[in-house]
């Protein structure tokens, strides 16, 4: 324990440790971080590119009611499984169903994530349809379908086993309605 002439030393060592501590700490600088849309700017840049590894899919571009994978055009929704890009029947969010991804029943080896791209927002995804998607095996990510994209370019050309299933970037919640 340390008494009174103790706490003393330690009390008159303070202002020398602070003053060492001082020396050591960082310079301000005047940076700024990068704001969330030049990141997501340099993302897609990185990630939605016309180079394609052959043999590999890839996402090149996304528009309001379509994706080009390859260097081909694709309108409406897609499922790519296996590197197989297949039209998809739903036109919105609330269409996707256990029955609109029942390939996942059937599929050997079923792939470890599926990249659910939501059209242009993230929408949140009903209980049952993440029962089914886990009693499947495999584990979900539900985002807008933009970011979708690039995530299964990178998921893709990891090597990793996954599948995608987008709507296309123009559907919302609002005008799903209407579609």
Not at 124 to 137: A, M, W
Request: proline share 6%.
């Amino acid at each position: 324990m340390v008494g009174g002439s103790g706490r003393q030393k330690v009390a008159s060592m303070l202002p020398y440790l602070v003053k060492t501590l001082r020396k050591e700490t960082l310079k301000p600088s005047n940076q700024t971080l990068p704001s969330l849309r030049r990141t997501f700017s340099l993302y897609d840049q990185i990630n939605l590119i016309d180079n394609v590894p052959e043999g590999q899919l890839r996402f090149q571009r996304y528009s309001d009611t379509g994706f080009t994978v390859n260097g081909v055009e694709y309108d409406g929704s897609l499922l790519i499984v296996e590197n197989k890009v297949m039209s998809w029947a739903p036109k919105k969010f609330s269409e996707i169903t256990g029955e609109s991804l029942s390939i996942f029943q059937i599929l050997r080896p079923v792939p470890e994530i599926l990249i659910l791209g939501c059209g242009r927002h993230i929408e949140p995804v009903n209980p049952e349809l993440r029962r089914f998607i886990r009693s499947t095996g495999m584990k979900l990510e539900a985002i807008d379908s933009r970011n979708a994209a690039s995530t299964y370019n990178i998921l893709n050309e990891e090597g990793r086993p996954v599948a995608a299933a987008l709507l296309p970037y123009g559907t919302t919640s609002e005008s799903s309605s209407t579609m």
